[in-house]
């Protein structure tokens, strides 16, 4: 990974139009709402406009027609959600079923399943969370505990749950288990798709320190799926689990979690800026524009079919450090009191607190330095 | 990269290699690399400037190869003699990464390489992060200044960007690649000095922090902030 070639980001078909269309899509179909859910806008929740959107043929655009999907290339995905991310848009209901469920199910599971869930996830109307933290399986998420013994009747599963962002409003749960009893570490793991409705599960919800309500923690009790809530091969879904998290880990969503606020920055700093605020808004473009180049780079990879597993990291962390820091340097800048009533000055709050999340949802800055680390041949 | 670029690039290390002065560089006909080839010239194009001021960054960084390249283009501007810098601040970055790496896997302390120790681990994949900024933001640059026709007004955006992220990339680059080599590094000895002796110089020339700061944040303000995103998703590269 020495040198970052960067790959052609080359969408098939005319990229102007497709930007167009959604554009004046967008005029038209997102809601009026307050400048403050325009940031980090992938943990709004709308499902009437996910379901607007995903009429619009712009969910579940990679999946095959016949699923319902729009047998779109992932490029056209990839400008179709930056495009959606830089206007703000409430994404967040649909999104890990758009980003990660549908194309798992789509690689890795049965017939059956993708003609049970596929077609939902295309429409904008079913949503997934991920199960895959537990309380004693944070960073170190092979210590998994939660177990699914199979039995004449299905899977058994017993165990915990924590940090699954979306489960209260979410249909289906892609989760991690041991299916293997005495199995260790990576191995004997599975991947099982849970219908969330099913007896014996709990969701409770954890409120985070803005006061938001994002994720929760599922309980278990002696739950009953059926055999056909495998996803994949049995005692593969630690594998398969890696490869769901290079399409989670480079996406334009790493650094555009605070481009609301640039946006709120440079209009208010107006046409002619003082040399100070002209100073920060060109920085933070200058990281913009290099993050941006990185992650269509990763993606176009990723469309071509390679693991790029380090550079998928690379985008993370640097996003992360981006759009993290870009609140603190607004801040720095900018003279309004916390509780001032003016949009920029409520969005540069709402950001300052929601930030410690971004470097460590999706794995960890440690955890990502370490697989760049391997990258650079150094564990 | 394409066959012509290949041996372009294999020429250009074959002649930076220990070149203690431009003169081989001359010869070379560098000078004729960005002349089209109606005029007599090589007829390459801004992405093989770059590939060979990568190199020279890397392995020739105190010789004023990007002035021979530039020459070619006759009305030279300073946006352009600072997009041939982030080439060369790219591709020394790159070596020091790598230097880095070599050391940290070779040198051993308390039983063990340095590499294997987490605290050193995290650090360099600090710097990895930003070289691979930098190589990112200046592959993106070369391919506006390609797109416009070397028209250094034009990519003057993309040249202001990346001039500014490879300039903020100095501070951690040299920083780590010089703290993970420990004294060893601080010899005239060692090469590493090659490399972040330039970068440190590099960083103030041909528009500092302040300068591409101020030019970039005041073509942003004119834009407006939903005008920034519809000009840079309208722009090549």
């Not at chain 1, 960067?6 to 269309?21: E, I, S």
Request: aromatic share 6%.
């Amino acid at each position: 990974m020495q040198s970052f070639a960067l790959y052609p980001f080359d969408p098939p078909g005319d990229v102007a139009a497709l930007r167009a269309d959604l554009r004046g899509w967008l005029a038209v179909n997102q809601p009026v709402d307050d400048i403050v859910a325009r940031a980090n806008c992938w943990a709004s929740f709308d499902p009437d406009f996910s379901r607007a959107l995903g009429a619009a043929g712009y969910v579940g655009m990679t999946l095959p027609a016949i699923y319902g999907g729009g047998d779109r290339h992932p490029l056209e995905r990839y400008v179709v959600i930056e495009e959606l991310l830089a206007a703000g848009a409430p994404v967040g209901a649909h999104w890990i079923a758009d980003r990660q469920t549908g194309p798992l199910i789509l690689r890795y599971g049965s017939d059956e399943q993708r003609e049970r869930y596929l077609p939902g996830i295309a429409k904008g109307e079913l949503y997934a969370c991920i199960g895959l933290s537990e309380p004693g399986a944070g960073s170190d998420l092979a210590a998994v505990r939660t177990s699914a013994r199979e039995t004449a009747e299905g899977w058994r599963i017993n165990g915990q749950k924590i940090w699954t962002t979306g489960a209260h409003f979410s249909h289906i749960m892609l989760a991690l288990v041991r299916t293997e009893e005495g199995s260790e570490r990576n191995a004997g793991l599975s991947q099982l798709l849970i219908d969330l409705d099913t007896p014996g599960i709990t969701i409770r919800p954890i409120i985070d320190m803005a006061g938001n309500h994002d994720f929760n923690e599922v309980f278990f009790d002696d739950v009953l799926v059926p055999h056909g809530a495998l996803v994949g091969t049995r005692g593969q879904g630690w594998k398969q689990v890696t490869a769901e998290l290079g399409l989670e880990r480079s996406g334009p969503e790493r650094y555009l979690s605070s481009h609301a606020l640039l946006v709120a920055l440079i209009d208010a700093a107006g046409a002619d800026p003082e040399p100070a605020i002209a100073g920060v808004i060109g920085k933070l473009t200058a990281e913009m524009w290099t993050l941006r180049q990185l992650s269509m780079s990763t993606a176009a990879k990723l469309a071509a079919g390679e693991d790029p597993m380090v550079e998928a990291s690379v985008v993370k962390e640097l996003g992360n450090a981006f759009e993290q820091d870009m609140p603190r340097r607004v801040q720095a800048i900018v003279d309004c009191a916390w509780d001032d009533k003016a949009d920029l000055a409520r969005l540069l709050r709402a950001l300052l607190i929601a930030s410690p999340s971004f470097s460590l949802r999706g794995g960890t800055r440690e955890v990502i330095r370490g697989i760049i680390a391997r990258g650079l041949g150094l564990r | 990269m394409s066959a012509a670029r290949e041996m372009l690039c294999d020429t250009a290390r074959a002649v930076l290699a220990g070149a203690s002065d431009i003169a081989p560089v001359e010869e070379a006909g560098f000078a004729l690399l960005l002349v089209a080839e109606e005029g007599g010239g090589f007829g390459g194009d801004w992405g093989d400037a770059h590939a060979v001021l990568h190199i020279a960054g890397m392995s020739a960084p105190n010789i004023p190869v990007a002035a021979v390249i530039l020459s070619g283009l006759g009305d030279v501007s300073m946006p352009h003699r600072a997009a041939a810098t982030v080439s060369l601040m790219a591709g020394a970055m790159g070596q020091a990464l790598a230097l880095s790496i070599d050391h940290v896997n070779t040198r051993q302390q308390f039983g063990r390489p340095l590499g294997k120790f987490q605290a050193v681990q995290q650090s360099l994949a600090v710097m990895a992060c930003e070289v691979a900024a930098v190589d990112a933001a200046a592959a993106a640059m070369a391919a506006r200044l390609d797109a416009s026709g070397f028209d250094a007004d034009a990519a003057v955006f993309e040249i202001a960007a990346a001039k500014l992220r490879a300039n903020r990339a100095v501070g951690v680059v040299t920083s780590i690649a010089h703290q993970v080599h420990g004294a060893i590094g601080f010899t005239e000895e060692y090469d590493l000095h090659r490399v972040t002796i330039p970068l440190m110089r590099w960083r103030g020339e041909h528009g500092n922090d302040a300068h591409w700061a101020q030019a970039l944040g005041r073509q942003v303000a004119v834009l407006g902030g939903r005008g920034l995103w519809e000009s840079l998703t309208a722009r090549a590269g």
